[in-house]
């Protein structure tokens, strides 16, 4: 396999992983819609996302969780669910794009060691995100965040499908902006030095 060829999994996984941090069924949907249509190629023991069961339970799953987002305390019961929901998503889709290798644990292993994690980024932010909305405007503003989400999952779907490694990229330097902000920030009861 070449080194291009890696990098664009790899970037892949990254990316879809990430949206499955969003919205957990929606990427699946997309997934399993676009390999159908032969745009997007998945590895062999992940062709049953592709089946009409599998879409027909990913389209039925999508409506539940996207129209659910949009009504104030569904919306965190959903989030709570999702925080194992969400990871696990990400891990079928990273090691669904992991096409060329042929061992099924193997790349089970690749997509939960890449997309369990990813996965979990944005969700964290997702999480943290609502519960500020709920807190500053009484839950008023979550569903135009839920909209915003269901855009931004679409939308990084669709690059991520199109130039996966730029879109990996991009997500890792904010990953790590976000984890560099975070550590540089003074512990609260630090002793402050003039």
């Keep these: 396999m070449a080194l291009a060829d890696i990098l664009s999994a790899v970037g ?6 990430a949206c499955a941090g ?4 929606l990427p699946l949907l997309m997934a399993g819609v676009l390999s159908r249509a032969g745009m997007l190629n998945l590895g062999a ?7 009409n069961k599998a879409l027909a339970l990913f389209a039925l799953a999508t409506a539940i969780e996207v129209v659910g987002d949009k009504i104030p305390a569904v919306d965190h019961a959903l989030d709570a669910l999702s925080t194992v929901l969400r990871p696990a998503a990400g891990a079928m889709l990273a090691a669904s794009v992991f096409g060329r290798i042929t061992d099924p ?24 995100l609502r519960a500020a ?25 669709l690059m ?13 330097v ?3 902006l976000v984890v560099r902000r975070f550590l540089s920030r003074p512990r609260a009861g630090a002793a402050v030095t003039a």
């Design 105 to 128: 644990v193997e790349s089970a292993a690749l997509g939960l060691a890449v997309g369990a994690p990813v996965a979990l980024i944005p969700h964290a932010g997702k999480t943290a």
């Design 12 to 17: 892949l996984a990254i990316a879809l992983a």
């Design 45 to 51: 023991a992940f062709g049953f996302l592709s089946t």
């Design 133 to 157: 909305s709920s807190a500053f405007t009484a839950g008023l503003a979550n569903p135009a965040l839920s909209i915003a989400e269901d855009v931004a999952t679409v939308a990084l779907f």
């Design 160 to 172: 991520a499908v199109l130039v996966p490694v730029a879109v990996a990229s991009a997500l890792l």
């Design 174 to 176: 904010v990953a790590f």
């Design 22 to 25: 969003l919205r957990a069924w």
